[in-house]
């Protein structure tokens, strides 16, 4: 029995370690490539405003696309959308890692907030299926909290030394391995989970449409600040 508690308990300090990791990981994605900026805008040649998309798209699909993400991952299962979400934030990573065109950095961070989107909310919702509420869930919400804040610090100061000592490319390179190791591990720490009351509907039409209403608008202030 006593064996059997001690399991119960480092699989959830699994499961917690493993959803701390991704928060951090969106958050440092954010920080670090802002950091990385200039380096990147010289080597690929990107013209005037152009280079603030690679933040701008980063951003603006993962705002558009997270809440259509936390929806689905109540309907489909948590934890099949936070794998999906690292298994294409590590693929968008190594493609921008890879990029010899802007385009090609651009299209790869807005998949990057693609993945985002779709992790950062399953993994909160995960964290509340996991422990439950009382005293463990606070403590658990606490640390998830203080590793996102962790990863504006990292991230600035990362972002910096990283460029310096390798290159811009390895800002995304990093997430590489990162992600990989964390959806190896989730089905043996994290249980499904689903939300059985959920509207089964999805408006994807809807949140499309408010990230494309949105994308010219951003155009327009980047033109204007850059």
């Not at 064996?3 to 959803?19: E, H, T």
Request: aromatic share 10%; with cysteine.
């Amino acid at each position: 029995m006593r064996r059997s508690g001690g399991r119960v308990v480092g699989r959830k300090r699994l499961a917690l370690f493993l959803l701390c990791l991704a928060s951090f990981m969106a958050v440092v994605e954010d920080t670090i490539v802002t950091i990385a900026l200039p380096s990147m805008r010289r080597d690929l040649g990107f013209s005037g405003p152009d280079a603030q998309w690679i933040f701008n798209g980063y951003m603006l699909a993962f705002g558009g696309f997270l809440i259509i993400f936390g929806r689905a991952a109540d309907v489909w299962g948590r934890r099949r959308i936070f794998m999906a979400g690292l298994g294409l934030f590590g693929i968008s990573s190594l493609l921008g890692g890879l990029a010899t065109e802007p385009w090609v950095l651009i299209s790869a961070r807005v998949l990057q907030g693609v993945g985002a989107a779709a992790f950062v909310p399953a993994s909160l919702s995960l964290l509340t299926a996991i422990f439950a509420e009382g005293e463990k869930r606070n403590r658990a919400i606490g640390v998830y909290g203080a590793m996102a804040a962790l990863g504006f610090v990292v991230g600035m100061v990362g972002g910096g030394m990283i460029t310096e000592l390798l290159s811009w490319r390895w800002v995304l390179f990093v997430n590489v391995p990162v992600a990989l190791a964390a959806v190896l591990a989730s089905p043996a720490a994290i249980a499904e989970s689903r939300d059985e009351g959920a509207p089964r509907a999805l408006d994807v039409p809807g949140a499309t449409t408010a990230t494309l209403g949105l994308a010219p608008l951003i155009y327009v202030v980047s033109e204007y600040t850059g």
